[in-house]
Every structure is written in structure tokens, then in C-alpha cells.
């Protein structure tokens, strides 16, 4: 079992920028890769990165060169610095980890962008 939790959502201007938290816990070891997606009212759940535990990512193209990943083994926490930040960006944003097995979400925290 793995268990997600993200932190560091809120309001922010067109413009600015945030950073989200995904912090792991449990079967850390069975991790394969970990991901961000986010969700707005009435459309799926989309990719917005995902990172395999070889390093390689997958960015969505509407993010990429305004948001980057980062991690910190050590406490088991995976990072999504969003720069730049555009009103079409807002969402509610879920942390994925990916196992042989199964995949384990976190509750999600919004972010939005507004004047």
C-alpha cells in the first residue's frame, strides 16, 4: 500500500507561481513512477507529468517550459513547481503513483488562478 498526500494548493494570480507537495508513505519501494494530473468540473482527469524512477519524463504540452518536477528521496516527496501560472490552469491537481500492480492517488489539492 501506498499512501499520497498533497499539500500547497490555493489562489494565485495569472502570472505567479506555486509549488504542490506530494508526500509518500508505506511500499515506497514499489513505486515505478510517479505522476501530477489535474481535473476541472466535467472533463477528465489529464496527464500533467509523470517521471519513472529511471528519471524520464512526460510533460503534458500545454505545462511545459512553465512547470517543472523535483523530489527529495530522502523524505519520500515529489514536487511541482508551476511558473507562469495561466487561468486555464486551474484545477484540481492529484498525485499518481504507479506500482506493478496498482495505482494509488492522493486526495488532490486545488489550485486556482485568478485576477
Known amino acids: 500500500q501506498v499512501q499520497l498526500v498533497e499539500s500547497g494548493g490555493g489562489l494565485v494570480q495569472p502570472g505567479g507561481s506555486l509549488r504542490l507537495s506530494c508526500a509518500a508513505s508505506?511500499?515506497?519501494?514499489?513505486?515505478?513512477?510517479m505522476g501530477w494530473y489535474r481535473q476541472t468540473p466535467g472533463k477528465q482527469r489529464e496527464l500533467v507529468v509523470v517521471v519513472t524512477s529511471g528519471g524520464s519524463t512526460n510533460w503534458a504540452d500545454s505545462v511545459k517550459g512553465r512547470f517543472a518536477i523535483s523530489s527529495d528521496n530522502a523524505k519520500n516527496t515529489v514536487y511541482l513547481q508551476m511558473y507562469s501560472l495561466k487561468p486555464e490552469d486551474t484545477a484540481v491537481y492529484y498525485c499518481?503513483?504507479?506500482?506493478?500492480?496498482?495505482?494509488?492517488w492522493g486526495q488532490g489539492t486545488q489550485v486556482t488562478v485568478s485576477s
Open positions: 499518481r503513483a504507479e506500482t506493478a500492480t496498482m495505482d494509488y
Open positions: 508505506g511500499s515506497v519501494f514499489s513505486i515505478n513512477a
